[in-house]
């Protein structure tokens, strides 16, 4: 066992009362996990646990979670017994499952159990059934089932009023790492619509980070032992934590025996849509809620915790990991679109996405227009490419029938980009069903969506997709989902900027200022790799796009751009080299990929080689010096389960060659002896790893130049 890892292990032993024997012996981030998921129904209790994390709930007086435990670290996250969710409807709130009578708030023990009661306004559970975790998508694309087990438990009320509703609390645990997906469903049979003010559908009572006798929640460090995501969340951030609408950690006053004098540690955390207030079910109808993915972490590493959420998004939304090589064409006519699908077979990309200021229409849906992009698809099709194209949606103006409607003022007007169609609108649903039909009739392959609703909510009375101002947001984001959904289904990429990965997108920003692209090229190959280093530690290389400016974009003079490309070719080979080589797929915008042969044969040499590596330049990367001007910088890939285990990218920024040695830690290459490390030029060295599992790493690189090297 490694030396770190025993000790850990023997640490979390000193304080908690967890067995050896249940503690894994492995790092699941390095070494897969075997264990199935397992449910225990003996004692009263149901136990369902994976290995990495076990949940433990209490059958009576209701269901109730007792345990919530990282098995990994020994670490118990649950203080106390919080309902299993929350209903607010036509203004009463109810509770699903729990129970009360823990006295004592800061901690569980199971003598407590004897004190427990439940309210007969309560949703009491009366059944519970298991089955195979189902993929988030199906259809042309077929991903695989996750491995693991949903188990989901059925609710009732006793209450008249509440009479054909029935709730169902849906847990699925994962395979091979420690992460818990939660939601609810509701199914309705009732003879009066109800009103969902709100729902809830996880509460926990978690053990507090930090004992702080005075201060405010927003001064305090919440949870840091478990990662909460749910597929809710947009604000244009490209990332998930500011883009979040769902997570609320929330103050305990019937937690008295907490340090901070004014009971305001954030200790209890609430998952549920802020601004989705006003839903209604009628008889015969069903609503599904947020999902929450809980993923339990063993470290305050930045690093490692980065890698534990890539690797969820790689086991939950697979669809993420697919990286068509793309460019970026700015067209006028069809004939551009033929010489640059051209131009993709002759250097190896795969693909043609249609920039924004093209000449394509997807909303134009005449037959001519679908007819005309449909031959130019099939054409793409027969040369083994892929063809894509530019829509905006939002940030435009439609009428004053269909923009979102100000709640304050009554008119257009208050949206995230100032003005912007409501997605629930006659003009949002007509545009939702002029995507489908242009896809259906084309078969165009990549939809790049700009500006898609950010969450707009909207007053409006009329639109037909939504009622009014207290569902509209939840309404539209429904509309929005199922666009997604259709298109991924049919196998169609989607580019878009914000965080739809759980329902179905591929691909975001990888954060970046647009009119950066409009300073020098020597500058924007410096903020491009700090860049890649930002936006590459909780996103896999393949879920973010950078941008290459062939020709002028957000204004620049001649030195931003780098046509002709034939006169900028070290700058062009620079930038490709350091977003391949990244895994990251850069939109390269302008009319044409070469203008002379030897353009044409320095990006074949570059895609060839990216393509030899694909594999591992995919992998999630270790960051290992950010990009600062003065000196070297650089990342590494790492992925145990490859042949090569890693692969290391170094630039050297500064106007004179460098020779540095680095401590290149190797640890989740998987290795703990011994590594071979190939050089660009195919020369081999071997090296012995330290008890830290690095290697003391001597490199040169040339002025303004770059290297990079193999781990096998």
């Known amino acids: 066992m490694p030396i770190r890892k025993l000790s850990a292990i023997l640490a979390w032993l000193s304080i908690h009362t967890v067995s050896a024997q249940s503690l894994p012996a492995k790092d699941w981030l390095v070494q897969p996990i075997t264990d199935s998921v397992t449910i225990d129904t003996s004692h009263q209790q149901f136990v369902i646990s994976n290995g990495l994390l076990r949940r433990t709930f209490l059958q009576q007086p209701n269901l109730a979670c007792v ?167 947009f604000n244009n951030a490209m990332r998930y934590d500011i883009s979040d609408q769902t997570t609320h950690w929330k103050t305990d006053g019937n937690y008295t025996s907490q340090v901070n004098y004014n009971f305001e540690t954030p200790c209890l955390l609430e998952i549920y849509p802020e601004n989705a207030p006003g839903i209604e079910i009628a008889s015969g109808e069903s609503f599904e809620s947020v999902h929450t993915w809980e993923l339990l972490m063993d470290s305050y590493d930045r690093q490692r915790r980065g890698l534990m959420i890539r690797k969820m998004y790689r086991t939950i939304a697979p669809w993420v990991t697919r990286n068509p090589i793309f460019m970026h064409l700015v067209s006028r006519k069809d004939e551009e679109v033929i010489q640059a699908i051209d131009q993709c077979v002759a250097t190896g990309y795969e693909a043609v996405i249609l920039s924004f200021g093209s000449h394509l229409q997807m909303e134009d849906t005449a037959v001519a227009n679908l007819q005309r992009w449909k031959k130019l698809a099939d054409y793409a099709h027969k040369k083994n490419i892929l063809l894509g194209g530019y829509s905006l949606f939002s940030s435009r103006r439609i009428s004053d029938e269909d923009d979102v409607i100000d709640v304050k003022t009554g008119k257009p007007g208050g949206a995230f980009f100032g003005n912007a169609p409501c997605f629930g609108s006659k003009w949002g649903l007509a545009y939702r069903d002029k995507i489908k039909w242009f896809f259906a009739k084309t078969g165009f392959d990549i939809w790049e969506n700009d500006g898609p609703y950010p969450g707009d909510r909207c007053a409006s009375v009329t639109h037909p997709g939504h009622k009014n101002w207290d569902d509209s947001q939840w309404k539209q984001m429904l509309i929005q989902k199922e666009l997604y959904r259709w298109l991924n289904e049919r196998g169609v990429y989607i580019n878009a900027p914000d965080w739809y990965f759980l329902d179905g997108t591929h691909k975001i920003a990888i954060g970046y200022r647009e009119v950066n692209f409009s300073l020098s090229r020597q500058q924007q190959i410096i903020l491009n790799r700090q860049n890649i280093h930002d936006g590459t530690i909780e996103k896999i290389p393949a879920m973010g796009w950078g941008f290459v400016p062939l020709t002028k974009y957000q204004g620049g003079g001649e030195d931003a751009v780098l046509e002709p490309l034939s006169e900028h070719l070290k700058e062009y080979e620079q930038l490709m080299m350091q977003y391949y080589g990244a895994g990251v797929q850069a939109c390269y915008r302008g009319p044409r990929l070469f203008d002379t042969d030897a353009t044409r044969k320095m990006v074949t040499k570059t895609i060839d080689w990216y393509k030899k590596y694909r594999a591992i330049l995919n992998a999630d990367i270790i960051q290992l010096r950010r990009a600062d001007g003065r000196d070297w910088d650089g990342w590494m890939h790492a992925d145990p389960k490859l042949p090569q285990k890693g692969l290391v990218m170094l630039f050297n920024p500064t106007d004179q060659p460098i020779t540095r040695t680095l401590n290149l830690p190797l640890y989740y290459t998987g290795k703990t002896k011994q590594v071979s490390v190939m050089d660009s030029k195919g020369v081999r060295s071997r090296y012995q790893l330290s008890r830290a599992y690095t290697i003391p790493f001597t490199f040169s690189l040339p002025a303004n130049g770059y290297s990079w090297f193999l781990i096998e």
């Open 67 to 233: 345990d919530f435990l990282n098995l990994t670290t020994g670490q118990q996250l649950i203080r106390s017994i919080e309902p299993e969710a929350r209903l607010v409807i036509n203004g009463v709130t109810y509770q699903v499952g729990g129970a009360s009578g823990q006295a004592e708030k800061a901690y569980w023990q199971n003598n407590f159990s004897k004190n427990l009661g439940s309210s007969d306004s309560d949703f009491h559970w009366v059944r519970w059934r298991v089955n195979s975790i189902q993929p988030r998508m199906k259809g042309k694309n077929i991903y695989p089932s996750p491995a693991g087990k949903e188990i989901a438990f059925v609710y009732t009320s006793s209450l008249p009023s509440l009479q054909g509703l029935q709730v169902t609390v849906h847990y699925a645990l994962y395979q091979r790492l420690p992460l818990l997906e939660k939601w609810l469903t509701l199914q309705y049979t009732g003879k009066i619509n109800l009103k969902l003010n709100r729902v809830v559908h996880e509460v926990l009572g978690l053990v507090e980070e930090e004992s702080a006798v005075v201060g405010k929640p927003t001064e305090m460090k919440k949870q840091h032992g478990i990662y909460v995501e749910t597929n809710y969340a």
